[in-house]
């Protein structure tokens, strides 16, 4: 297992193979032309530079590949898989459970105390995140607001309960008037498709996003206005391109919350998401797995 760093070779052939796997699996269509190759590579060695992403591939054969960034959620930080593909060749051998424990093992160096992803519900990978002790995170679904939500949101303006801090143009403290916990996100499909038109999404749109959490929400009202103006900020200052909110879905307000943003619950293929977190003994265990595998490259 080796670390990708910007001057891989991974950055010219097996990332681009490992995106289009991982867009196949989900009927999507990204760029695959030869004239594209060039442009790809560009667009992954500038998530890592910007440090969007960390990505670790399966080295000795290339199997695949897992996208991490830091979550937290609960009080709690932990580590978020954006992404974990394994090349169609290479499937059914282990190398999936392989990146997952893998995953869990630089959470564990990082002294983060669990591992979350979220994939659609049915996924046959399910398998195998059950037989890991990963379980389902209860009464929570993630909605997408995408770009073009974002650049729509009208400008912050003073109201009743919305403090002061909501106007200020720089990311990320959130608004006194609506706790709530902000973690980064990472899109593969938007990676590899910026700045290349006519695939299945707009050629403008990067990489990075963020997830919101641990929303406290005691007015819808309010936390609208002030939300508003935490993703105005984000979008404008932070050049966020896309948010992902958990909700609860048993939560009037909630709802009421994802109405206000015509947001929609995330999606795969047609199918909903579901959050699953690796915790507790599960976790210290895939964790410890993780480490006898051979990892080449730096875990702090």
Known sequence: ??????????????????????AAAHD?????????????TQNFRSVLERRDVEIW????????????????????QGMQMDDVVVLPSYRGQGYGAALIALAAAIAKARYKSFLAWECEEGNPAS??????????RPGVKPFRLTKAHLAALPAPRAAKGLSAPCAAADLPAPCAALPMTVSPRFSLFR?????????????????????????AV?????????????????????HIQFADIVLKTDDPLHRALA???DAAQNTYSGSPAVLWA???????????????????????
């Open 1 to 22: 297992m080796r670390k990708v760093t910007p001057d891989d070779p991974a950055l010219d052939d097996i990332l681009p193979d490992i995106a289009r796997a991982q």
């Open 28 to 40: 999507t269509r990204l760029p695959d032309k030869p004239e594209h190759a060039l442009r790809i």
């Open 57 to 76: 591939r399966a080295d000795n054969p290339a199997a695949g590949a897992v996208f991490l960034s830091p979550l937290a959620y609960a009080g709690r």
């Open 127 to 136: 398998r195998t995140y059950q037989a890991f002790g990963a379980e389902r």
């Open 191 to 215: 990676a590899v498709n910026y700045g290349i038109e006519g695939y299945d999404l707009p050629a403008d749109e990067q990489a990075n996003g963020i997830q919101i959490e641990d929303l």
């Open 218 to 238: 005691e007015d819808a009202a309010v936390a609208a206005r002030a939300l508003e103006a935490y993703l105005y900020r984000a979008y404008h200052h932070g």
């Open 259 to 261: 109405q206000h943003f």
């Open 278 to 300: 690796l915790d507790g003994d599960a976790f210290e265990d895939a964790a410890a797995e993780g480490f006898r595998l051979d990892i080449k490259g730096i875990l702090s």
